[in-house]
């Protein structure tokens, strides 16, 4: 694997006008002829050859306008088909042969099997492992699609765009031919045969057109589509109302397989999902799954216009697509459900996930300028960074004017393969405003952090706010530019109002936005008549750290008087993580942790306050996490101490708390069948979070166990189960619920997933046995990426005390699974690997277990370019 550079970028030599595929299906011999149609492009080099990319590929026939072609023409090789002496100025037809084995493909990139049906995944190169192609997203063309298959085995011959026809073929075969008028990238192919059940809905677009929905699962599993059905026709009623984007064929399709690396694929006009992502019924889906379904269903519809119509020119503008697709859905979800507690989500995902990243070994640029393997930059900084990224653009040009830059944008670039620039200059049209210094948050790697003083001056009657920014070294950026940081903000006075001021000096303020531009600014506001509390950062308004040395008093200010519930919530977070890291200090010190009397109260003067949200009470309630502490210390850090910490606050916490979640759990009973709304699933969040407090109290395993047994739906189920593992690991009552669980639900592929991942979370060094005993259970399927990802990825993502062990068997247990799974699926095993991004951060002698680890992967002789690349930033 060489590095790829954007500043390498130039357009192909040829251009390609249509694309005609066809796939006579076979379980280990599938063969595929593909009819690409091309000519030179204007202005090129009349002699250059065309280069097609191919991956695992072998070359059964090669034709140039129906003839065969002469041996000394062309090149190949399994990883590139050099074509020489074609036509200089007419359009020319290639016809490439191919046979491929999909019952092979463990990689599951190209065409696959899984559960006996046909599917593909092409993004990002995974078309080149179907047939020689310019494999690139700026190579777009209408595709033609005729699939050949057995028909008792694959009554079902889907691909993109609409249906031509079809009918029967010969031995018992039949055949289907499908058009996609829409020009494409190969990325956006999809094929699927198979013989699965269907869900069917229509929609009625904005301009009246009938839209055929389908949704396709294992026979049986029909009723469980019916949330992801729902879920689709909402999100294509939010497009039309929110981005006036409507949907452009007579069908759309969702297939749901069992085996796929990502979450779901936007394949033009047939999604194939991660079924994880679309089955749901209140018997085997948690609220959480509800909310990842709705959320993924939209995200991968609302491609359609951002990613599909207006795509990639190259892999490096992936934010173009996603980082703006992921705000489409954020903003979807959060007009659905409750929008504070949506962004606490969010926010809790952006640090956990993103910060950690952005401050170790993988950090990158939203929008990177080298790589090595693009499956390694599916990140969450290209995803929830460039999400947050357009959600500021958003927020410095205000909310019409953004939707006026996105009218814009899909004005000028729709049909187009579009750059970050072209995507950022619809915004600078439409506002007048010059966007090349905010563009740094595209191009500088690192979270920055803003530094706060405040000062109130009683004559003058102004209040000064002192800002200084900072964005750390990252991997091949060693010096940063100051970045333009838009940060929400309010001035709240004594009695909980906002404070208006006359004036304001040192920069720009617009409405409730203070604009930071220099390294170091000073803001006055004039007429401010007594000391106000500053709320910055407001809605989570920049994506940055704030070091602000706020007085518990004002932050209690906050807690109380903020009108934006999600303030409230950054200001119990700030008030809980000093203490949390002070109880750390204290245990690794041999010291008796402090009581915490001021928190404690807080924390259930908010719990107790049925004015507010239980969704938003949850949440608080929920306190910063074991990896929250750990990324605020940022070095040395010991995750024995900070469990132990926390657990004994979470522990006081109950003491002082025992009528208070006693109430809440008794009183917040829904009743009535199971719904999946948004204010149901609250009421259970914060029931359950009461639980989790009572299980510190005497009695806590038998209660457990009761709520264990007499509940009515997943969400409660795993609850209750997850605090009995979690909290009771060796009791009975807990034997006794994971036996009665593994039961219950032994056929459902997707139960067992959270049983096992229950299982891989439990605290403590005696669970690295637990996970290697389980990798033994005959319902281990090592094949399948949701069940790796449920019992190791568990385990060495969310297990900081089980994984991160002293005597560093975690880490060495991880390498042994990245080099077995390395040659099946290296981008399951490259996904894994970077649960050790911030292995730098641990104390010394964790640390060096871990560079041991890495070590050994580092040394072994055929790693995946996936774990190549992964293995060598990690240590560098
Ligand atoms: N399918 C992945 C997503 O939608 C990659 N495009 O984010
Ligand atoms: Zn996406």
Known sequence: GQIIHLADYRPTDFVLERVDLTFELDPTATKIEARLIFHRREGTDPTAPLILDGDE???????????EIPAERYDVTAEKLVIRDLPESTPFEVT????????????????????????TQCEAEGFRRITYFPDRPDVLAPYTITIIADKA????????????????????????????????????????????GVVEDTFETMSGNEVALKIYVEHGKEPRAAYAMDALKRSMKWDEERFGREYDLNIFQIVAVSDFNMGAMENKGLNVFNDKYVLADPETATDQDYANIEAIIAHEYFHNWTGNRITCRDWFQL????????????EFSADQRSRAVKRIAEVRHLKAEQFPEDAGPLAHPVRPTAYREINN???????????????MIQTVLGRDTFKKGMDVYFERHDGDAATVEDFVKCFEDASGKDLKQFSLWYHQAGTPLVSVSTAYDSASQTFSVSLEQTVQATPGQPNKEPMHIPLGFALLLDNGSLASASSVKGGDVTGEVLHLTERAQTFTFGGIGSRPVLSLNRGFSAPINLHFEQSSTDLLHIVR????????????????????????????????????????????????????????????????????????????????????????????????????????????????????????????ALRNAALSYLSYLDGGATRAAEAFASTNNMTDTIQALTVLAHRFPGQSETANALGAFLKRFQDNALVLDKWFAI???????????????????????????NRVRSLI??????????????????????????????????????????????????????????????SEIDKALSLSTDVRDIVERILK
Request: with cysteine.
């Open 561 to 684: 008087h903020e009108p934006d519930l999600f303030a409230r919530w950054q200001a119990l977070t700030d008030l809980a993580l000093p203490v949390l890291m002070k109880a750390t200090r204290d245990v690794r010190d041999g010291r008796q942790p402090e009581p915490q009397a001021e928190l404690i109260a807080t924390l259930l003067e908010v719990a107790a306050d049925d004015t507010l949200e239980p969704a938003f009470r949850a949440q608080v309630l929920a306190l910063p996490s074991e990896a929250d502490i750990a990324r605020e210390f940022g070095s040395n850090n010991d995750p024995d101490a900070i469990h132990a910490a926390r657990q004994g606050i979470l522990a006081d916490i109950a003491k002082a708390g025992q009528a208070t979640f006693e109430t809440l759990f008794t009183s917040l009973v829904n009743e009535g069948d199971f719904t999946p709304d948004a204010a149901s699933a609250g009421r259970r």
């Open 377 to 391: 930059f599916y990140t969450t900084t290209v995803y929830e960074k460039g999400s947050e990224v357009t959600r």
């Open 153 to 196: 085995a694959n009554p079902l011959l889907l691909s993109n765009g609409n249906f031509l026809g079809g009918g029967n073929y010969d031995e018992g075969r039949h055949f289907a031919a499908w058009f996609d008028p829409h020009p494409k990238p190969s990325y956006l192919f999809a094929l699927v045969a198979g013989d699965l």
């Open 57 to 67: 590929l072998s070359l059964s026939g090669l034709l140039i306008d129906q003839n």
């Open 759 to 785: 299982q891989a979370t439990i605290p403590g060094a005696s669970t690295l046995a637990r996970v290697k005993a389980l990798m033994e259970d005959p319902h281990f399927v090592a094949s399948n990426p």
């Open 319 to 330: 934010c173009l697509k996603e980082g703006l697709t992921v705000f489409r859905d954020h």
């Open 96 to 119: 490439v042969i191919t046979i491929i084995n999909p019952e092979a493909n463990t990689q599951l990139m190209g065409l696959y099997r899984t559960n006996g049906v046909y599917c």
């Open 793 to 854: 990825g568990s385990f060495t993502f969310s297990n900081p005390t089980g994984f991160s062990r002293a005597d560093g068997e975690g880490y060495r247990f991880l390498a042994q699974q990245i080099l077995a799974i390395d040659p099946k699926n290296p981008q399951l095993a490259a996904r894994l690997l970077t649960s050790m991004r911030s292995w730098r951060s641990l104390e010394p002698s964790r640390a060096a277990h871990a560079e041991a680890a890495l």
